[in-house]
């Protein structure tokens, strides 16, 4: 199976890391960071009933990410939210750029 036929599984940080109370509320960034690092072997392997390789993006929002956050996108109103939360956001042409340029 090629990079282009693993399907893209997105894992929703506050809601996974919510769903057991150990205390994640002390150190949002940690439990984000333990979360990131348990999913690394489910790339490979795969999820129960999802066989591998699995592409897996990790999406994290507030307190957890606390460093700096960088959005590509050009949707107006996606820029405005994000910067209202403090991250920067550049265009598409940061990663397309123009073929005739």
Not at 8 to 22: E, K, M, Q, R, Y
Not at 28 to 55: C, H, I, M, N, Q
Request: hydrophobic share 45%; aromatic share 4%.
């Amino acid at each position: 199976m090629s990079e282009d036929d693993a399907v893209l599984v997105i894992v929703d940080a506050a809601n996974v890391v919510g769903s057991v109370p150990d205390g994640w509320w002390r150190d949002r960034r940690g439990a984000a960071t333990r979360l990131r690092d348990s999913l690394v072997p489910y790339a490979a392997a795969g999820l129960p009933g999802l066989p591998g390789p699995v592409e897996l993006v990790l999406v994290v929002e507030g307190a957890a990410p606390d460093r700096d956050c960088v959005v590509v996108t050009a949707d107006r109103g996606l820029r405005q939210r994000v910067e209202a939360y403090g991250a920067r956001c550049v265009g598409p042409r940061t990663v397309r750029p123009s073929r005739g340029a």
